[in-house]
């Protein structure tokens, strides 16, 4: 099922380009809600392959990636938080900082189970 969401998701990107050479309104406005739709579903069939497979991981192997998504995540936070003071940006956005910890943490320690045989 993945592997079809992605080739539906990764065709509709290649064609992106010729939709917008076209110019129509209303088949622009289709593509994209078309877009939007099938790349929602591409990313809740990514979570739930993840959370299935977690269940069928070893105590050790599952604690040691809860430790590593703590450390990563701490990590990537104050190291976010340090480049938006350093950098002296507007406005500090704390809901960003962590939105983008989690999810860099969460890639770099769960991502391989996608593609894990089970």
């Known amino acids: 099922m993945t592997?079809?969401?992605?080739?539906?998701t990764a065709i509709l990107?290649?064609?992106l380009p010729l939709v917008f050479i076209l110019g129509?309104?209303?088949?622009?406005n289709n593509y994209i809600a078309i877009y939007g739709i099938n790349f929602f579903i591409f990313l809740t069939i990514i979570a739930i392959t993840i959370i299935v497979r977690l269940k069928s991981l070893s105590k050790t192997d599952f604690k040691s990636r809860i430790?590593?998504?703590t450390k990563y995540f701490i990590g990537y936070f104050l190291f976010s938080s340090l480049f938006f003071v350093i950098f002296k940006y507007?406005?500090?956005d704390i809901v960003r900082i962590i939105?983008?910890?989690f999810g860099f943490s969460f890639g770099?320690?769960?991502f391989d189970l996608l593609?894990?045989?089970n």
């Open 108 to 110: 770099t320690n769960f």
């Open 90 to 92: 507007d406005s500090f």
């Open 67 to 69: 430790i590593n998504f």
């Open 99 to 101: 939105a983008i910890s």
């Open 115 to 117: 593609f894990k045989k």
């Open 3 to 8: 592997k079809i969401s992605f080739n539906i």
């Open 13 to 15: 990107t290649i064609v």
């Open 24 to 28: 129509n309104e209303q088949f622009i």
